[in-house]
């Protein structure tokens, strides 16, 4: 019998994209899983495969990226093998604005009041939960909603700003705003940025964020179901009008929200 473990494989993502890794399944593997930017990612056994998201973060620099795959074995035996992710380049708009600087300028109290809850975010994103909380597909938030805007870097009087690392979906205020994906809720609550805000943690590093609420359904510890409405879109927070910024993170990575959807199953 040829091992399917003897078989180079190559996965290939773009910048700023979220990637499904599929492993076949072979008798005695009990369980897998991936390094991937210093972090084990753990892999689910789905349809005879054991299965994973790996996210690309949008600053990835273009190029082949040699993980670590480790099968444990039901006798204790670890077999390792590697998987190529190809990091392929996708290019995202820049924009550069002069602007006045006390429209860019922040005063001391809400800097560090921003720089406080973007601590607590990533220090959030950072935590990989060993479970998965559906086999479902990813949804968008708003039914037949499009996105736009991911990826977007700004130039403020030439200097550079964090690029805008989520997708910003059509709404106006009032309308429903539905969980990606079967979540826990693990931050509901106003920010400075991004107004009344929910994240979830879907397992395996994947959270979901939706910001600029103009109200919040949702309470911290709570788990919802793919598709329960977690709030109502707003324009709550740093914006200029009503809008549903939704952003994915992939262990950590910016990565492009409609680049999950349908993508687990
Ligand atoms: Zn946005």
């Known amino acids: 019998m040829i091992s399917l473990f003897l078989l180079a494989v190559i996965f290939s993502a773009n910048q700023g994209s979220a990637v499904r890794l599929a492993f ?9 899983d991936i390094l991937w930017n210093h972090k084990r ?19 990835t620099k273009p190029g082949e990226y040699k993980t670590d795959v480790s099968f444990t074995m039901d006798d204790g035996r670890v077999e390792r093998r590697d998987a190529i992710i190809k990091v392929v380049e996708k290019k ?20 560090a009041r921003a720089n406080r809850e973007s601590k607590e975010t990533e220090a ?11 086999d479902e597909a990813f949804t968008v938030p708003i039914p037949g909603g499009t996105g736009t805007n991911f990826g977007h870097r700004r130039i403020f009087n030439g200097e550079p ?18 969980a990606t994906n079967r ?27 939706y910001a600029h609420l103009s109200r919040i359904n949702v309470k911290r510890g709570e788990t919802v179901d793919n598709g329960q409405v977690v ?35």
Do not use: C
């Open 92 to 111: 995202y708009p820049t924009t550069e604005l002069k602007v006045e600087e006390k429209y860019v300028e922040l005063s001391k109290t809400d800097l």
């Open 183 to 209: 979540g826990r809720v693990v931050l509901a609550k106003n920010l400075f940025f991004t107004g009344n805000t929910v994240i979830l943690d879907h397992g395996l590093g994947i959270y979901s964020l």
């Open 24 to 32: 076949p399944h072979e008798p005695g593997v009990k369980s897998v």
């Open 161 to 178: 700003r964090a690029p805008h690392a989520g997708a910003d979906l059509r709404a106006t205020t009032g309308t429903p705003v539905h």
């Open 124 to 134: 959030i994103y950072a935590t990989i939960t060993n479970e998965m909380f559906s």
């Open 41 to 59: 990612v753990p892999a689910f056994f789905i349809n005879d495969a054991w299965s994973t998201i790996l996210g690309v973060d949008l600053d």
């Open 231 to 265: 709030g109502l879109a707003g324009a709550t927070g740093r914006v200029t009008g009503p809008h549903l910024h939704w952003g994915m993170r992939v262990q950590g990575a910016r990565v492009d929200p409609f680049t999950l959807v349908g993508n687990l199953k």
